[in-house]
């Protein structure tokens, strides 16, 4: 007897953007669900371990590396503030070279120096717990701490309540960063490295914009993904992908304030209609064919969403996809669960593939 698969809407409602507010034991509980392999993880290939310990977020991505970072706070909290230093602690893979500490510190005067110094502290009299540390500015409002200088404070680290921020060794605290069960985060994020994984390489191929395309041949599918009582069928976007195959998309919902939701869907030359099903990091069992705030690059051979959450699309997922002649390959996915004015740059990078003959500028991992 074959398993009916649940539709992708039924999907969706069932694995969220977001982690919603829970225990600390229900979130250590469903953190291990997610780093353990099972069959969900395997069609789409490995599932990338994301682990709230709160203040802390455990991630990794697909070079084997594992990170940290404090931005895992629920809305509203202190560490929600753009005032609180975000710290990112990337360790890399098993034996790399790429492990680093990341502080972005805005004091809101925009007139920080050029390095600043991190002191780990301990006790409600915040003595030293350790020697400080300089931290080089990187030309925007980011700090790092590389090389021989990262083990000896993150030691001491490990031990402490807090890391004060200073611009000089005896000048006034700038900023105080909870290191709350920073040693238990340490210890997860690094159980979970991998020796280097060769990043997946792929040679892109364009699409070509054809004549829109008659709506009737994926109605059904609209019924099925979208609603019964379509707000009045509108003509499908229709692009080549090969001599025998086309890609389509069109209007399905809104979802939400902040969300439009497209259907997509390849059709084959005797006009058959199949859903679009995407592969994903964090909704590990595929995304589509109804997808959010689609965006179409036809010269590029790149699809992407961006399922926006809060106000100013702050936080929630961003994929994209290229197509290379046979199917559309994942090529970056970065994760963002909580709301509170995260720029870009600070999201989870979850994946990262490299494609040929097309250089683009690297994310650091949050």
Known sequence: MTRKRPSKRARARAVPAAMPAMPLAALLVLGCALLAPGPAAARNGTQAPLLTLEPWIIFCDNTGGCGLSNIAAHPGSSLGKESIPDLCLWQGPVQGQDAFLSLRLDDGSGSLGESIIIQPVSGASESPAGPATVAQGDGTDRYLVRGAALSPLLAAMAKADAALIREREDGAVMARVSLTRLARALHAADSYRKPEQPRPTHRLRPIEPMAPGDVAAARPLLHEHCSNALPGERPAQAFRLGADLQLWSMFCRHDGFYNMMSLALTVGADGTATPLDLPSVVDHDGVGPDISN????????????????????????????????????????????????????????LHRADETGLARPGKSPC
Not at 299 to 315: Q, S
Not at 318 to 336: H, I, K, N, P, V
């Open 294 to 349: 689609l965006a179409i690059h036809p010269a590029e051979g790149i699809i992407e969403d961006f399922r926006k959450r809060a106000g100013a699309g702050d936080c929630g997922i961003r994929r994209r996809w290229g197509w290379t002649g046979a199917r559309f390959e994942l090529l970056t996915e970065d994760y963002m669960p909580y709301c509170f004015g995260a720029r870009s740059s600070r999201w989870l990078r």
